[in-house]
């Protein structure tokens, strides 16, 4: 059974910038030992941040080109979901985006990949892998 990794726009905007440690995420792209999921929030929030950064026909192009081509599973969210995430929001001073995360790092029983020093407020709920 493949191990279950789940990125944040984090790793994966390090990723696509090719910034320090990127060539982790790029090998779990080419694993093919690891399941790689994303929440739907971080997709969005991924789109956002580049869409800012490099204006909406590079964050389009994100989405209907580079996204499709990765092998990423999309997890999105049930009203239930969202109420478990915005429940860790209640418990932890971190985004609410990354709170989508954690929820589903907890659900999916997955190592949680990001570079993000906001999740050491959350390293005895999951597993993180850090870039």
Avoid at 15 to 29: G, I, M, R
Avoid at 47 to 72: M, T, V
Avoid at 99 to 123: H, N, S, Y
Wanted: include cysteine; glycine fraction near 4%.
């Amino acid at each position: 059974m493949k191990k279950k990794s789940l990125i944040d726009s984090y790793a994966l905007l390090a990723y696509l910038k090719q910034e320090s440690n990127y060539q982790k995420v790029e090998h779990l792209l080419s694993s093919k030992e690891a399941q790689l999921l994303m929440n739907d929030i971080n997709i969005g929030e991924t789109f956002y941040i580049l869409a800012r950064e490099r204006g909406l026909d590079q964050a389009d192009y994100f989405i209907n080109a580079i996204l499709p081509s990765l092998p990423i599973t999309k997890i999105g969210n049930t009203l239930t979901e969202v109420i478990d995430a915005a429940k860790i929001k209640a418990q932890y001073p971190i985004s609410y985006a990354d709170c989508f995360v954690v929820a589903t790092a907890l659900r999916e029983k997955a190592v949680v990949i990001t570079g993000d020093p906001d999740f050491k407020q959350v390293e005895k709920m999951v597993e993180i892998d850090w870039l």
